[in-house]
């Protein structure tokens, strides 16, 4: 059974910095997609950042690139979300979510979210 566990969000002031993590088990491919999405109060979910697991080939939102990295350790199935010079209109819900391809059909497994609350 695939299991995706967030942890680190909190509550930080504007400008401040939260790392995340994502701990994804439960399966064996080498190849998958692993990222973070968020959503706000009264908005849809939106791509935060993902990372491939064998190229590193990263992809940001646009309203992140510079602030935030993603990175990743595969031997461990986990993924880093580096969130830096956060504003509040980053405070949101952040999903993590684990994509991968077997018997030709994709899988997505999702987290059950952790809060991150940018206000002064």
């Known amino acids: 059974q695939v299991q995706v566990v967030e942890s680190g969000g909190g509550l930080v002031q504007p400008g401040e910095s939260l790392r995340l993590s994502c701990a994804a088990s439960?399966?064996?491919?080498?190849?998958?997609?692993m990222g973070w999405y968020r959503q706000a109060p009264g908005a849809e979910r939106e791509l935060v950042a993902v990372?491939?697991?064998?190229?590193?080939?990263?992809n940001y939102a646009d309203s992140v690139k510079g602030r935030f990295t993603i990175s990743r350790d595969n031997a461990k199935k986990t993924v880093y979300l580096q969130m830096n010079s956060l504003k509040p209109e980053d405070t949101a819900v952040y999903y993590c979510?684990?994509?991968?391809?077997?018997?030709?059909?994709?899988?997505?497994?999702w987290g059950q979210g952790t809060q991150v609350t940018v206000s002064s």
């Open positions: 979510i684990v994509q991968f391809t077997a018997w030709g059909r994709p899988y997505d497994y």
């Open positions: 439960g399966f064996a491919f080498s190849t998958y997609v």
């Open positions: 990372i491939r697991s064998d190229s590193g080939t990263t």
